[in-house]
């Protein structure tokens, strides 16, 4: 291979990559009309933006080279075109590829021929020096032996048959054998005859295709001839034969002697000699044209399933691995990946990514496509109010995708059926063959609304005639809300139970402590509208209501025992039966004791004994006593608290106002504060131990008041009250016993001494 063309080569891959479309004749034309200027690493830079290269671009190529005489407002339009199609982000351009868009731009082709072929003739120097090398390479005696023979033997022949009329053209120009046996290899070795370039370009030519001019890096195709255990032996029409292994093969188990397959040619010859070939190389290289070729034309390629992987399958396409989505392998959802696997099946390109070599496949798009007729055609024949037979695609927490024939329509939740329903599934199952009714659908016919409870009657219309108010009917608890309960008489019937209608006691509680979802209850029609389609239920009718015999059951005075259900600041509900309560006052909860709130006596759902003070049926309420079960101790009390009588407590609390004292019968007493304090003047605390006087009892109010205080001081009052009384026997006493004390007092002293 020449380095020109190995240059031509380079530049084509280029081009490939930035998507530019090649004239191969074209672009040989140019590339050799350029001579050495592309042997070199030739990037240099050609920007719009330089002046002076523009300049230069203008006068030695388009105008020297050329022959042109446009102006240069054309040119400089055609440059600027030609470096915004490369890519500004890439500084380093392709001369020749350059060269040959501004060639196409300018639409100077055939001036360029008529150039190149006067250029062609100047053949540069170093072109000069490579044809000599080569034709010593051909010289040497083993080389020339072999290409004599090929072109006696062989080259005619085959350049007539494999090649087209170029060959044949080139054929025409040169005689390949009467060139080598009338050329003077010793003169041009010594410099003494110049050859042209256009008969070297023409031998070139007529030598191609024959045999033993295969170049690196090309993939043609090649046959099988020899079969081993490990390799096969590949014939490329090439001085020698190539080994590949068969692992390169394992896709195709049936391979065998005598198959064209597609090779690559890594290199014509290694360190020992051997042609080096690839088939797998070859295979992708040949897969990604392929696969290129059918991402354009849209065309239908068959690829194998391989595997499963996240999100979709993985698919063997040409040999490459594409991606197939979950999405993307049927119109359905498909809840079954496996079933795919190791099977066959055709696919659309829908994308690729050259940069990292992704490709995308559906078998989706085939469908669609197969669908789209008949689509347009169900459509078009879309009505309010019409029945299509559909299978069930999709289901959702809102609702049921059905597939009408390419169409796809949802049927929302509360159209599937009369009755409440919490999920689609309990009416419907995947795949299922049902009959919906049309309710709706937009002006493009893109969203489509279905029902099926419309397709049976109203459950409303077939209601039993005959029900009337008073009846009973027996339905199950559908949903329970706060203030009552759902009852399904018959499908698509409900009626409420209002949570008061539950029970006939007056406490209201939830629903919930009553029935719960599911249950089957019986209950009495309280109200029916048929032209509203309300209905109301009461199950409390069933039982009799048990006020109307109260007075009976509960008469004045009678004892009973019932329930804590509730209690408030002021008292106790008391529970006597189901539906009825009483209420019992905090002042009648106890004789001696203060309660500040009824929950520091009792608690919710004790059983408490009560008696039935008061009863109005009317209002149906009950006042019941719990204290009055007992006898009153007061009664007994009033005997042992006397007024002034002493007893002995202990102080329970102190507070601002004075104490709380308790006795040993339980009676609880207030002493004053004034009246707590003791004989050496010190207060009382809680824990004491002391006598009291009773100040005060007042049974009607269970007021009992004592003094502490009060017992020291009525000795003090006593003892206050003899001094006042001695005082005044003081005052009675006469004269003459003042003057007998007198004397006595002398004798008392004259006795001491």
């Known amino acids: 291979m020449s380095k020109l063309q190995e240059k031509i080569d380079l530049y084509t891959e280029s081009a490939e990559k930035l998507g530019i479309e090649l004239n191969a004749e074209l672009f040989k034309l140019v590339a050799k009309g350029l001579g050495p200027s592309i042997y070199k690493e030739d990037a240099e830079l050609v920007s719009s933006s330089n002046k002076e290269e523009l300049e230069t671009v ?26 915004e199609t490369l890519g500004s982000g890439n500084k380093k351009k392709y001369r020749a590829l350059f060269y040959y868009l501004l060639v196409k731009e300018t639409g100077s082709e055939a001036v360029y ?12 120097v170093k072109e000069k020096k490579e044809a000599k090398k080569a034709s010593e390479e051909i010289a040497k005696p083993k080389k020339e032996k072999v290409i004599e023979e090929k072109i006696e033997e062989k080259a005619v022949a085959q350049v007539e048959e494999a090649v ?11 005689d390949a054998g009467k060139f080598l046996s009338e050329f003077d290899w010793q003169k041009y070795e010594e410099g003494i005859e110049a050859v042209d370039q256009t008969q070297l370009d023409e031998f070139d030519s007529a030598l191609e295709n024959t045999v033993g001019f295969v170049e690196e890096r090309q993939v043609i195709d090649g046959i099988v001839v020899r079969l081993t255990d490990r390799e096969a032996i590949i014939d490329i029409n090439s001085k020698s034969e190539g080994v590949i292994s068969l692992n390169e093969f394992r896709y195709n188990p049936n391979l065998k002697e005598g198959d064209t397959v597609e090779v690559k040619v890594d290199k014509l010859e290694d360190n020992t000699g051997q042609l080096v070939l690839s088939h797998r190389k070859a295979r992708v290289i040949r897969a990604w044209e392929r696969v290129n070729k059918a991402h354009e034309t849209q ?34 959802p498909i809840r079954d990946y496996d079933q795919f696997v190791d099977k066959n099946m055709e696919f659309k390109v829908v994308k690729i990514n050259h940069e990292f070599k992704n490709i995308v496949v559906s078998h989706k798009a085939l469908i669609e496509a197969d669908l789209a007729e008949q689509k347009k055609e169900i459509i078009g024949q879309l009505e309010k109010g019409q029945v299509l037979e559909g299978v069930v695609k999709n289901i959702t927490s809102y609702g049921v995708f059905v597939d009408l024939g390419g169409v796809d329509g949802l049927v929302h939740i509360t159209d599937l059926s009369w009755s409440r329903i919490n999920h689609p599934s309990e009416i419907v199952e995947l795949d299922q063959k049902l009959n919906v009714v049309i309710l709706d659908f937009d002006d493009e016919k893109t969203r489509i609304q279905l029902g099926l409870k419309q397709l049976s009657k109203h459950p409303w219309e077939a209601l039993d005639e005959n029900l009337k108010v008073g009846d009973k009917v027996k339905g199950k608890v559908a949903i329970i809300a706060d203030y009552g309960a759902f009852i399904e008489v018959s499908e698509g019937v409900e009626g409420l139970i209002h949570v008061s209608e539950m029970s006939w006691s007056t406490h209201l509680r939830s629903a919930q402590d009553f029935v719960k979802v599911g249950d089957v209850v019986e209950a009495v029609i309280l109200t029916l509208d048929r032209e509203e389609r309300k209905m109301s239920l009461g199950i409390k009718q069933l039982q009799p209501d048990p006020w109307t015999d109260i007075t009976t059951k509960y008469p004045v005075g009678s004892k009973h025992t019932g329930t804590v259900r509730n209690y408030t600041n002021f008292g106790v509900f008391v529970e006597l039966e189901e539906g009825i309560d009483g209420l019992v006052y905090i002042s009648d909860l106890s004789w001696t004791k203060k309660i500040k709130h009824p929950s520091d006596f009792v608690k919710v759902g004790d059983q408490l004994e009560v008696e039935v003070l008061e009863l109005d049926v009317e209002g149906r309420k009950l006042n019941l006593g719990h204290k009055q079960t007992t006898s009153n101790p007061w009664d007994k009390h009033e005997e042992t608290y006397t007024i002034d009588s002493v007893h002995s407590g ?13 006795f040993e019968d339980g009676v609880e007493a ?13 207060k009382l605390v809680k824990g004491d131990t002391v006598d009291f006087k009773v100040l005060e009892f007042n049974k009607e109010y269970r007021r009992l008041v004592v003094s502490h205080s009060a017992i020291f001081r009525a000795q003090e009052e006593r003892n206050i009250k003899t001094a006042i009384k001695q005082s005044e026997q003081a005052e009675k006493t006469t004269l003459g016993d003042i003057s007998g004390l007198a004397d006595l007092k002398k004798k008392m002293e004259s006795g001491k001494k």
């Open 299 to 332: 065309e239908i390629v068959t690829g194998y399933v391989k595997c499963r992987t996240k999100g979709g399958m993985i698919v063997d396409v040409f040999g490459i691995e594409a991606f197939l989505p979950g999405s993307q392998i049927d119109v359905k």
């Open 650 to 662: 202990t102080v329970k609390e102190v507070n601002d106002k004075g104490a709380i004292v308790t």
């Open 58 to 83: 203008k006068k030695n190529f388009l105008i020297k080279k050329l022959g042109l005489e446009e102006n240069e407002e054309v040119f400089d339009a055609a440059i600027a075109k030609v470096i």
């Open 113 to 124: 021929e008529v150039a190149n072929e006067e250029e062609a003739v100047k053949a540069p």
């Open 164 to 174: 087209a009329p170029v060959a044949k053209e080139a054929e025409t120009k040169v």
């Open 670 to 682: 207030f002493v004053p504060g004034r009246h707590m304090e003791k004989e050496d003047r010190s």
